[in-house]
């Protein structure tokens, strides 16, 4: 399988989170991405076997879930970078990190690791107030 900027670019910003066991994540992910596209930040959810992961990218913002052995990965909500307004978390015990959109619902997931949900709520307010990311 030849390497897509979309799976080294999304490799790349999974290895910034502590990581679980699941081979889903850097597998299947991946084949949902446009080829050609750029991913800025990528947050997994609680672990598991069929995780969710919120993925950032240049154009859109996705909520998707890993496959099953029976099953493909899919992707559960997609809006365009343009329609996201905020991102609010808050540590605490069931705490989700909640992605404000100018129209329509949030898009809300329970992080795994406390640390990388604030780097990444960080992170995407300030991609969101600047356009790139921190430095």
Known sequence: MTSTRAAVTYAQALNRNTLFAS????????????????????LP??????????????????LASVAG?????????????????GVRYRPGVFTRVRVARASGRDIAMMPN??????RFAHELEHLIRTGSLPS
């Open 45 to 62: 959810g609680v672990a598991g076997d069929f995780p969710n992961v919120l993925i950032v990218t240049a154009t859109r913002l996705l």
């Open 113 to 118: 690791r406390k640390a990388d949900a604030e």
């Open 23 to 42: 081979p889903g994540l850097r597998r299947d992910i991946p084949r949902l991405l446009h080829p050609e596209e750029e991913v800025l930040l990528v």
């Open 69 to 85: 052995p029976l099953k493909k990965a899919k992707i559960k909500r997609d809006v365009r970078s343009s329609d996201v307004v």
